[in-house]
């Protein structure tokens, strides 16, 4: 049996389609500014982007501000219970039909891959972005700021470039593992309405 | 263009607009009575002084001189005058009268001939007394009626292929040789697109030949040509930006400054710096922010004078000295076009090959330049730079320059490994022009530079290097910033700096690719093993 449970209120739900929208936006044309096709011209894709970049800095502020308000950054505290059966079960087990080892629940609505994925995100990826970001965009600042004797363009640039193959690549997975729920559907329906079908048993824990 | 763009685009004509329009009506008004009156408070056409014939330029600058008796004084002391410049920085003496380049080459044994350009009235014989206060010639700069230089070049007789590779015999005795002195006296004032162009649009033996972003196209230029010549644009005229103090006019081929920071120079006028007007911050606060932060490394030059020779006129990008001389079957010189009617080939001056709308090559530049002279040993082997300009990415004073670079092969001394002059002018067998004979050529101008010539001619391939300055686009004239920001993009062999587009390491997007490629592919696999599994059960059932 399985019990209807509202796993992802209305802001959050709101983060994670405009920070899905601006990252994939951002991606576009950050590699198009990269120098690999020419989508909408440099000018208008550096200003987009830019424009973009502060969007999604103060999406962060708000989303940082709801996590440590509400309490729910304790979702991404890392676990390694079942990791490996949690990778097995993505791999291989998946094909066979078996259970999912993990059982999620309100307070725990992230598997222990997909806490230490997001935590890794939060704590190294986006920063990573958004300080090479900001080192980029105010290079010539760097000489007031007393930066300019440690830093060269081409390894911030790097360092930008770096970090955004690794979130580039990590949507990529995140996309398709959206359609590994109960059934094809399952995640995208919750992560849009709020409201996820969890197996009983675990729900009853929340 | 993008939607974004036209917004932008939009907002920045209006607000350029807004600027721009008290601006153009800065002047307050005329009454008409006024506005009638000439401009200069002294009307030289009812001086008692110039009251009278004239018969030669020495004679009107003894008139001119009466009154404006500090004139030859100043006169003597600039650049126009003495051919002359010694570089502070570097030591070398340089200035017409000892560079050598890969047009004309050198003046050594032309000087009377090339000095039809320099401001003096009769300098007509090898020697010349460069202290003569008579010898100034003040109409050279201060004639109004356009006319003058090309009279002046006639009535001294100047050798007709000095202008003229080909012309026509018959019209040359309509040629008006002297010119009226007390008319052209009576008419002065102050030096214009015209005068200054009568020598500098006309470098090197012709229109446009030499710079490419100086040529007689600017004398009615639209305001996409050039922002600041032309009559619809800011309407301005050399001396507006090259300040002339004292008769010492400011902007310099041998010393310029790659990067003035000044910046505006409101009481002082232009230091023939684009920063002693527009600033150390010239793009409006409405344009994309990072525009402003181009100019720490990027010269306004290299956006803004998207190409050379822009004007209709074409640039010679190489002269090839070693072809010329050449005659036909019946013994006489030869003149060959091609379809746009460009000569490319003469027996005076070789073979050429000529540009418009030429994209510049991009240099770091710190303002620096050394030059080759007479006097420097060559190395004969590879191509041998005339002029070679300082700087580097490392370098703070440097920032990236457009420039024309003139190609050439041109005659040396095979033996003593150095430059050579040669006598191109005159009317006796040691003038190439006359006999094309380089051997009696260069002979006679290295004899007159006072330096060695072995008798071994041979040819080198050189290169000169010319900062480009002139015919400055507006705003939309510009380039745009996928102009350089690309893979292949315009500053693509400037060394040392990155920037977006450019691309960084290769192994880095390689790398990158193959993360996400890899995942994409994994996925995909995943996928359809999945799809294939669950076929497979319900088959089964």
């Known amino acids: ?48 982007h830019t424009i973009a970049a502060w969007a999604l800095i103060s999406l962060w502020v708000f989303a940082i501000f709801w996590h440590a308000t509400t309490g729910e950054w304790k979702q991404y505290i890392p676990s390694f219970d079942r990791l ?46 958004w300080i090479s970001g900001a080192l980029y965009y105010y290079y010539n600042d760097w000489g007031p700021w007393g930066l300019a004797p440690y830093l060269k363009l081409e390894y911030v640039a790097t360092a930008h470039v770096v970090a955004a193959f690794l979130i580039t690549t990590f949507l990529v997975i995140h996309v398709y593992l959206i359609t590994t729920g109960h059934t094809l559907f399952a995640y995208i329906k919750a992560m849009i309405t709020g409201w996820a079908d969890l197996d009983e048993d675990s729900a009853q824990e929340s | 263009m993008s939607p974004l763009q036209k917004i932008l685009a939009s907002v920045l ?15 307050p008004p005329l009454s008409a009575a006024l506005a009638a009156l000439p401009a200069s408070t002294a009307d030289h056409s009812q001086f008692k002084e110039l009251q009278r014939e004239f018969e030669s330029g020495s004679e009107l600058t003894r008139a001119c001189l009466s009154c404006h ?111 009226d002195f007390g008319e052209l006296g009576r008419h002065v004032g102050k030096p214009s697109l015209q005068t200054c162009g009568a020598c500098h649009f006309n470098s090197d033996g012709g229109n446009g030949i030499k710079h490419g972003d100086l040529d007689s196209s600017l004398l009615n230029a639209a305001p996409e040509l050039d922002a600041h010549m032309a009559k619809d644009g800011a309407g301005l005229t050399c001396f507006n930006c090259h300040k002339t103090r004292r008769h010492q006019t400011l902007g310099s081929r041998y010393a310029p400054q790659s990067k003035d920071p000044k910046g505006k120079n409101v009481l002082g006028g232009s230091r023939a710096t684009c920063e002693s007007c527009h600033g150390l911050a010239p793009h409006p606060k409405t344009a994309n922010a990072k525009l402003n932060d181009h100019v720490d490394r990027i010269a306004c030059q290299t956006c803004h004078i998207p190409a050379i020779a822009r004007g209709g006129v074409p640039t010679k990008t190489r002269w090839d000295w070693s072809s010329a001389g050449r005659l036909d079957k ?29 994209v510049p090559d991009y240099v770091w530049f710190n303002g620096e330049v050394k030059y080759l002279t007479l006097n420097d040993k060559i190395n004969p082997a590879g191509t041998v730079r005339l002029n070679v300009l300082s700087g580097g990415p490392d370098d703070p004073k440097s920032r990236i320059w457009p420039v024309k670079t003139l190609r050439g092969k041109q005659p040396i001394d095979a033996e003593n490994a150095t430059l050579v002059g040669v006598r191109l002018f005159g009317k006796d067998e040691n003038a190439f022009w006359e006999a094309y004979d380089w051997n009696k050529a260069i002979a006679a101008s290295m004899a007159d530079a006072g330096r060695p010539f072995s008798g071994k001619v041979g040819f080198v391939e050189t290169e000169m290097r010319i900062p480009v300055n002139h015919m400055v686009a507006p705003e939309s004239g510009a380039l745009s910033c996928g102009d350089c920001h690309s893979r292949n993009g315009r500053m693509a062999t400037v060394p040392g700096i990155y920037y977006p587009g450019r691309g960084i390491y290769w192994l880095i997007d390689l790398l990158g690719l193959l993360l996400v490629g890899g995942a994409l592919a994994g996925v995909l696999a995943h996928g359809a093993l999945r799809i294939a599994v669950k076929f497979r059960k319900s088959g089964k059932a």
């Open chain 2, 69 to 179: 008796n500090q004139a030859a004084k100043q006169v003597h002391a600039s650049k126009h005058w003495k051919w002359e410049f010694v570089n502070g920085k570097t030591g070398q003496t340089l200035g017409k009268r000892h560079v050598v380049n890969n047009t004309l080459m050198s003046i050594a044994a032309n000087g009377p001939y090339c000095a039809r350009c320099h401001i003096s009235n009769e300098w007509t014989e090898a020697k010349f007394d460069f202290t003569d206060p008579n010898q100034v010639d003040c109409l050279a700069c201060h004639d109004t009626t356009g006319t003058y230089t090309s009279m002046k070049m006639h009535q001294l007789r100047s050798k007709c292929s000095a202008c003229h590779v080909e012309f026509d015999k018959s019209k040359a005795r309509n040629v008006v040789r002297r010119p």
């Open chain 2, 330 to 358: 019946a013994g006489k010189e030869i003149i060959t076009r091609d379809d746009k009617g460009r000569i490319i080939y003469s027996t005076q001056r070789g073979s050429a090959e000529w540009a418009e709308n030429l």
């Open chain 2, 13 to 27: 004509t209006l607000a350029v607009c807004a600027l721009a329009a008290p601006e153009a009506n800065a002047k």
């Open chain 1, 84 to 129: 490996f059966a949690i990778m097995r079960y993505y791999s291989v087990d998946i094909l066979t039909g078996a259970p999912h080892p993990y059982k999620k629940s309100r307070l725990h609505k992230h598997n222990p891959l997909q806490r230490i994925v997001y935590l890794s995100l939060w704590v190294l990826i986006n920063p990573a972005l």
């Open chain 1, 1 to 48: 049996m399985t019990q209807r449970v509202y796993l992802f209120a209305r802001f959050e739900r709101f983060w994670h389609w405009s920070q899905a929208g601006l990252i994939i936006f951002m991606a576009v044309t950050g590699f198009e500014i990269h120098g690999f096709y020419t989508l909408l011209g440099f000018e208008p894709a550096q200003e987009l």
